[in-house]
């Protein structure tokens, strides 16, 4: 495995529209090794493919709704669409390409993503709170576009130091 470099806001890269994944080969097994131990290393909760320089439909996922004394774990979704959405939640959110800033972003509380595993099988889950924050966030990225884009207002430094916002 090997760490990739993040590319970062105003990279042209970060605003393609990503193309779907029909090769489901070691090519792309080391991709979503490197974007794991990418994404383990700099402490995220997504990393989707573009952030990596590469254009394709593949995002990662860590699962942060675990039961107590149960680890986090990185979900992979190759070409994933969200199929429903319910309820909404207004929050603060980040990037890994947008270091060191935040803004307050509104996206659904719950939604039903469909995608392929590593081996090209499809497969449904269910994301809430953060999770389904993330899986909106991360596919956002393969159509191009930044949550700076979708903010309704960026946070200060004040606000990002004391938590209150
Ligand atoms: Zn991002």
């Known amino acids: 495995m090997a760490l990739r470099n993040i590319l ?3 990279d042209p890269t970060l605003n393609k529209t990503s193309r779907p994944v029909v090769k489901f080969d070691n090519r ?10 990418t994404l383990n290393t700099s402490n995220g909760v997504g990393l ?7 254009l394709r439909r593949v995002v990662l996922v860590v699962e942060t709704n675990v039961p107590e004394g149960e680890e986090e774990f990185i ?7 969200i199929i429903s959405a319910e309820g909404e939640q207004r929050g603060s959110e ?4 947008v ?23 499809w497969f449904e ?7 389904a924050r993330c899986f909106c966030h991360e596919i956002d990225h393969l159509n191009g576009i930044l949550f700076t884009s979708l903010a309704e207002r960026m946070l ?4 990002i130091q004391s938590g209150e916002f």
């Open 8 to 10: 970062t806001e105003g």
């Open 28 to 37: 792309l097994h080391v991709l979503l090794d490197d974007m794991a131990e």
């Open 48 to 54: 989707a493919a573009p952030q990596v320089g590469v």
């Open 75 to 81: 979900i992979e979704l190759i070409n994933p669409e």
């Open 94 to 97: 980040g990037c890994l390409s």
């Open 99 to 121: 270091p060191d800033q935040f803004g307050i972003v509104t996206r659904p509380e719950k939604v039903t993503v469909r995608a392929q595993d590593r081996y090209g099988n």
């Open 125 to 131: 889950r269910e994301g809430e709170g953060l999770t």
């Open 156 to 159: 200060t430094e004040e606000e």
